[in-house]
């Protein structure tokens, strides 16, 4: 009989459902949440709400998507946490009252194990492309910076993280402190490839060992375009692609620092990144020319892989499925790394 596991994620402003039959991905469907663009940031409160509106849709169109009845289903794979809570719960209750109604178990994920896991998302028709255990993922989203060492789809080890902002956070304050919106990756990413990299310096951190820090670049940039606005307030908008491109620089300077270090330190060579900034067109050009000099085997996700999506989270799940893991229906979100 196949296996059918049902992904569900809600941590924070996309909901999403995916089925896999068999570790085969028949379906993956997103509602984005439109709603906190004029906020400049995500909503907690609002973010929940709609969470709760789009939750039964994306599940009927995801089993729908995939061709098969709630019946079919061997178990429900669900994000509980890092994240908001509000948002968690909705998915968190969502996968609680499906696995009480159909009779089926239900496997807890890590939120970050998904993103780890994302090479392994296999596809009908598309040849897999797997890092090999031990490899290094570099974790990077708009919540987390880190440097993570995977032995195993359940064994991994944080060797390296923010110390402060995560680096999405900086490509979003950058982004407006620029007036260019949110969400920033995206917009700096598509500004930077027409602008000089090199043409602006900003402070790097010196920070110990293979952890991160992105608050002092921030502050970097904000204060030079304090003083250059009261040279000419017109200097943004001259210079705004030079601005990101040398901005973007900067951060991947400092990811690929720590990542080549680690690397060193632990004597693997094979790579991924994940996480909504691993679809930086410049972070992903540099991991490959990287690798290529220093011989690594560099894996990088689809780029529909990589922002939330919760093919990761059924792929994450189906893993801890068939390692035996099962979660009590008395479980609860958390939203902190540190809870889990
Ligand atoms: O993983 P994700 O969808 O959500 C979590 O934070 O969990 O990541 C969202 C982050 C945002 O900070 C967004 O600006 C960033 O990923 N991002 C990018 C790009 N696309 C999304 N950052 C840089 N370049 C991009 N192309």
């Known amino acids: 009989m196949a296996e059918y596991i049902l992904g569900i994620e809600s941590s924070c402003d996309d909901t999403s459902a995916a089925v896999l039959r068999d570790g085969v991905l028949l379906s993956n469907v997103i509602a984005s949440q439109q709603v906190h663009k004029d906020y400049g940031g995500v909503v ?15 599940v009927s169109e995801a089993l729908a998507k995939a061709g098969i009845k709630p019946a079919e289903l061997t178990a429900i794979a669900f994000t509980r946490g890092p994240g908001l809570l509000g ?62 060492r995977v032995d195993s789809p359940v064994d991994y080890t944080i060797l390296g993280q923010t110390i402060d902002d995560a680096v999405g956070e900086a490509f979003d304050k950058c982004s407006k402190m620029l007036g260019l919106g949110y969400p920033g990756g995206p917009v700096i990413d598509r500004l930077a490839k027409l602008g000089d990299p090199e043409r602006f310096k900003f402070a790097k951190p010196q920070i110990p060992g293979l952890d991160y820090s992105f608050s002092g670049v921030k502050t970097s940039l904000l204060y030079f ?24 620089k900067t951060l991947i300077d400092i990811l690929m620092t720590k990542l080549i270090r680690a690397a060193k330190q632990t004597g693997i060579r094979e790579i991924t990144i994940g996480g909504g900034v691993s679809a930086n067109s410049g972070l992903r050009e540099r991991l490959v020319q990287e690798g290529k000099k220093r011989r690594w085997n560099t894996y990088l996700p689809e780029f529909k892989f990589t922002t939330d999506n919760a093919a990761m989270i059924a792929v994450a799940g189906a893993f801890q499925y068939r390692a035996g893991v099962r979660t009590p229906l008395d479980v609860a979100p958390v939203s902190r790394m540190a809870d889990f």
């Open 44 to 58: 907690p409160e609002l973010a929940s709400r709609a969470h709760e509106l789009n939750i039964v849709p994306v």
């Open 87 to 148: 948002s968690l719960l909705v998915g968190t209750s969502f996968a609680k009252s499906l696995s009480l109604s159909l009779d089926i178990p239900m496997v807890m994920v890590n939120h970050l194990q998904g993103h780890l896991l994302a090479n392994f998302i296999r596809q009908e028709g598309v040849e897999p492309r797997e890092p090999a255990f031990p490899y290094l993922c570099l974790l990077v989203s708009g919540g987390n910076s880190q440097i993570v």
């Open 225 to 248: 375009v304090r003083d250059r606005l009261a040279e000419d307030p017109d200097f943004l908008e001259k210079n705004k692609e030079d601005l990101c491109a040398s901005f973007q």
